[in-house]
């Protein structure tokens, strides 16, 4: 089964992914898509997944605004990237021809059609826009409010007692390799979207599955940066999931793929009934608890607040999906599909040819 992701994620500063660590690292040829919405980047790399399954099973990344539409499908084995390279999630190539190729749809429509339908695309174009503005701005609250939880927890936290569990975990886990030291791999596996707050669990498959249960988020972010860097000093390869709604670099979930085991957040909406063997961690004790007590009622405040306010983005993401759709529909009326199945045909030929 293809591993699953998020292109990335929404942040109060913009659009973030890690896939541009991967082009930028020259070991694959990428085939940057650029279009408006509705050109058929989508289902171009849904073909070319179908067309290629039976030469490699890719990672396949999928819109956070529309988890429904895949923005890019990666061929580790091939050193092949096929990815949407348009708003909000811009990609430019950086050696043209050479690591990348640019492949533009807008060629594949009529400027006539689109003309028609001018000022309603640039209506709805602004009015996109502005939702997505509106999410931006209810992150920023949203961390700053997940921000002071956190440091409740910090303030309580038993740091001593929690890094020598780490270390009994760590050596019980991950086994020295004879190997160098590894580094992190970002990949997004949760990610805010129009119907939610979503996980991706088939990447949990088959895995050892510890869910880290933490109301104060402190215990979580120290055990998850602990356990990942263990991993990695140990030789074995490490995926994280940055928590988005936290700041900076903070892990949500922790993957170690050799030894399937995956180290997770228990404050994810989608993880109930999990189909596999799961261990859970409690959080709660390594947290002085007469501590806690004077600031329990302010961190549930706030966790209160942060879940309306999630609410309120996922709001916002739903009518700027919808506004999308009906800029969508403009490019769709304009589109010559014929022309973009010609251009698919030719990608699903070059892959194919570099593969051989």
Wanted: charged share 25%; hydrophobic share 40%.
């Amino acid at each position: 089964m293809a591993e699953t992701y998020f292109l990335g994620y929404s942040t109060p500063d913009g659009f973030l992914t890690h896939i541009t660590d991967d082009i930028g690292s020259r070991k694959y040829k990428t085939f940057i898509l650029k279009g408006g919405p509705g050109t058929g980047k989508s289902s171009l790399m849904k073909r070319v997944v179908k067309e290629l399954s039976e030469v490699e099973t890719p990672e396949l990344y999928y819109c956070s605004s529309d988890p429904d539409s895949l923005d890019a499908v990666l061929f580790r084995g091939l050193g092949i990237i096929v990815v949407d390279g348009t708003s909000p999630h811009v990609i430019e190539p950086k050696y043209p021809g050479v690591s990348e190729i640019l492949i533009n749809l807008g060629s594949c429509w009529d400027s006539n059609k689109l003309n028609d339908a001018k000022e309603k695309i640039i209506a709805a174009t602004i009015k996109n826009k502005k939702y997505h503005a509106v999410v931006r701005r209810y992150l920023r609250a949203i961390i700053s409010i997940n921000e002071d939880v956190l440091t409740v927890g910090e303030t309580c936290l038993n740091k001593e007692k929690l890094d020598a569990y780490c270390d009994r975990l760590s050596s019980r886990l991950f086994p020295k390799k004879k190997c160098s030291p590894t580094a992190v791999s970002f990949r997004q596996i949760t990610s805010l979207t129009p119907k939610g707050v979503l996980t991706n669990k088939t990447n949990f498959d088959g895995m050892n599955v510890f869910i880290v249960n933490d109301e104060y988020y402190a215990v979580r972010a120290r055990l998850l940066d602990k356990l990942a860097n263990a991993a990695c000093s140990n030789g074995y390869e490490v995926i994280v999931s940055s928590d988005m709604f936290l700041q900076g670099n903070i892990y949500q979930h922790v993957v170690i793929p050799e030894l399937k085991i995956a180290i997770i957040s228990g404050n994810c909406d989608n993880l109930f009934d999990m189909p596999y063997h799961t261990a859970k961690i409690n959080a709660m004790r390594f947290y002085d608890i007469s501590k806690l007590k004077d600031k329990k009622k302010r961190a549930e405040f706030d966790r209160g607040v942060a879940e309306k306010l999630i609410g309120e983005a996922i709001t916002a993401l739903k009518n700027a999906k919808n506004v999308h759709d009906e800029l969508e529909s403009w490019y769709i009326n304009a589109m010559n599909f014929d022309k973009v199945s010609a251009i698919t045909d030719k990608l699903i030929e070059d892959i194919r040819h570099a593969a051989m």
